[in-house]
């Protein structure tokens, strides 16, 4: 800086649009998010590339695993897997029943780890999971949480389904 010098340079910052010293808003990084979360690494390339705002999948993905913004703790809470890479590299996601917001990724679908995140968040009272055995040997979350109802989803149909007349 030059005391020397009339003229004064004056920069207004905007935490409310995006951090100092970022790339893109946190408007763009949202929206990258739910994209990642409800369509996936190439399925969101593509849609973005139609909107005309190319991204890869490596950073939909990233963006999807981004933490989730704090938010209250929820009373109905679901419990399922999804792949981060198909066949190779599965997690836990745990979604508000009542909002239908997406709470947290976990990074496995052990019962350990969706123990400790119970524990956590003892606020939860429902615990609606599928019949997969990694959250079966749930025996820690039983055990821990016997006063959590623990429904489980029905077991898919083989093909056969009543038809109501």
């Known amino acids: 800086m030059n005391a020397a010098c009339a003229r004064q340079i004056f ?5 409310h649009a995006f951090a100092s010293h970022a790339r893109t808003t946190d408007r ?4 990258q998010k739910q994209t990642g979360l ?4 190439r399925p969101g390339t593509r849609l973005k590339e139609k909107l005309f705002v190319p991204i ?17 703790t929820p009373r109905v809470l679901e419990v399922d897997d999804f792949a981060f890479r198909s066949g190779q590299n599965y997690g836990t ?14 990074p496995n679908r052990e019962a350990k780890t969706l123990a400790c995140w119970l524990k956590a968040h003892p606020e ?7 019949r997969a055995t990694a959250y079966d040997g749930g025996e820690e979350c ?13 077991p898919r149909d083989s093909g056969t389904r009543e038809h109501n007349r």
Do not use: F, N
């Open 28 to 31: 763009l990084k949202a929206l």
């Open 38 to 41: 409800a369509l996936g690494g």
């Open 11 to 15: 920069c207004e910052r905007l935490p």
């Open 93 to 106: 996601i745990l979604v508000d029943l009542e909002t239908h917001r997406v709470l947290d990724l976990l």
């Open 56 to 72: 890869s999948k490596d950073t939909l993905l990233r963006r999807a695993k981004d933490k989730v913004d704090s938010l209250a």
């Open 142 to 154: 039983r055990d821990q949480y016997p006063s959590r109802i623990q429904p489980a989803d029905r």
């Open 124 to 130: 939860v009272e429902i615990v609606s999971r599928d």
